[in-house]
């Protein structure tokens, strides 16, 4: 009878557990560093829960793609925002390259198990109890479920991979603030790509290539940022009064 829910909690193990074990191989058992990983994830649900107000507004936009640009911007400016303003008033976020990462893993943990994971358990169990659900397709098996819900599962992979990138971005916007204005435009950006393609498309292999592209381009990107600056001598972000001089 369960089918469509055991199916749910193997996709939320796809899901879930790569993330999850990479930080344990990162972490071990460091125990500032899992504070820093749930940290991360209380911070995004923040930053989510300070928008959400805002996403209520979508009767003032006729146009969906007007909307969607402007929930995309919301998601830039509030995550970014957060991000930056916790990591410079918390000497833990930027201690070390180990505890910047914590934080993105984290941060991109905690927005799959809120948004993935729990939609996909819900819809799930709405399904073995026969309930009808309008706005998805209609699945004629537990197997065509779950094939489904893999692209969904993928791309919290690369939604992972963007928030590190974006939360290393950050990290140097301790020291150059022109860092902290492009991961607002390219967390924005993304976004809005990504859910434009979604519905002018209606193609999901579509949309999650191009958020692939995206994700890995920030990440290449972030990557050099980071070889070119080193990121540490650390002490350069441990005194709080420096940093609040820039």
């Known amino acids: 009878m369960w089918e469509f829910t055991l199916y749910g ?5 796809i899901a879930l557990g790569p993330i999850l074990g990479f930080f344990i191989y990162k972490a071990d058992f460091k125990g500032n560093l899992w504070i820093v990983f749930i940290l991360g994830g209380v911070i995004w649900f923040l ?6 107000p805002l996403l209520l507004l979508r009767s003032l936009f006729p146009l969906e793609l007007v909307y969607y640009a402007y929930a995309s911007i919301l998601a830039g400016l509030f995550e970014e925002l957060f991000r930056y303003f916790f990591m410079k008033r918390w000497g833990k976020f930027r201690k070390s390259k180990a505890h910047v990462l914590s934080m993105g893993l984290g941060w991109g943990f905690f927005e799959a198990l809120i948004i993935y994971v729990s939609s996909i358990i819900l819809i799930a169990i709405f399904l073995d109890l026969g309930a009808s659900i309008p706005e998805l397709p209609s699945y004629t098996s537990p197997h065509e479920f779950f094939v489904g819900g893999l692209a969904g599962a993928f791309e919290r992979w690369v939604a992972v991979l963007l928030h590190v990138s974006l939360t290393f971005l ?7 603030k022109m860092y902290l204005y492009l991961a607002i435009a390219i967390h924005a950006a993304v976004d809005f790509v ?7 498309t209606q193609s ?15 990440a290449f990107y972030a990557l050099k940022v980071l070889q070119v600056s080193e990121c540490v001598p650390e002490e350069s972000y441990l005194s709080a009064s420096e940093i609040y001089q820039n």
Do not use: D, G, K, P
């Open 170 to 176: 950050i990290f140097q916007a301790l020291r150059r």
């Open 47 to 52: 930053a989510l829960i300070a928008r959400t």
């Open 9 to 13: 909690l193997l996709l939320s193990v």
């Open 194 to 200: 990504a859910v434009t393609v979604a519905y002018l």
């Open 204 to 218: 999901i292999i579509l949309t999650e290539l191009v958020i692939t592209v995206f994700a890995l381009m920030v």
